[in-house]
């Protein structure tokens, strides 16, 4: 039996740009519920619309530790997460040891892993 995305929830992070349209163009066709992330909430909420009403957009700054726990909340409250994708870059400068954690998350060895180590709340048990 083929997997199914119908009624997953999909958290693309990078949610403004061109690749994540395409994809959540995609996965809404598949029947997932999709949510565009992104630091820039207007450009994110602009990409959303443009895709559809069913978009939900949402703040997300990977170099921002009180984003990342915000939408980690957010993601929480609304039921979990299915899947992510992240079609984000990162550019981190700043003393070694406050790029460690960042270092970790943008190098995961599995989804299951990012989730883990970079959105302890929300990872599964």
């Not at 994809?23 to 598949?30: G, S």
């Not at 984000?88 to 400068?93: C, F, L, Q, Y």
Request: charged share 25%; proline share 6%; aromatic share 2%.
């Amino acid at each position: 039996m083929p997997y199914s995305l119908k009624d997953k929830r999909v958290l693309i992070v990078g949610g403004s740009s061109d690749i994540a349209a395409a994809l959540a163009t995609d996965l809404l066709q598949e029947g997932a519920r999709v949510t565009l992330a992104g630091r820039n909430i207007e450009k994110t909420t602009v990409a959303a619309k443009a895709i559809g009403d069913a978009v939900r957009p949402m703040t997300l700054d990977l170099s921002d530790e009180e984003s990342i726990q915000a939408a980690a909340d957010q993601v929480r409250t609304a039921g979990g997460l299915d899947h992510l994708v992240s079609v984000a870059t990162e550019r981190s400068n700043g003393p070694v040891a406050s790029l460690e954690r960042r270092a970790r998350c943008s190098r995961p060895s599995t989804p299951r892993s990012w989730v883990r180590s970079c959105w302890p709340s929300t990872s599964p048990s």
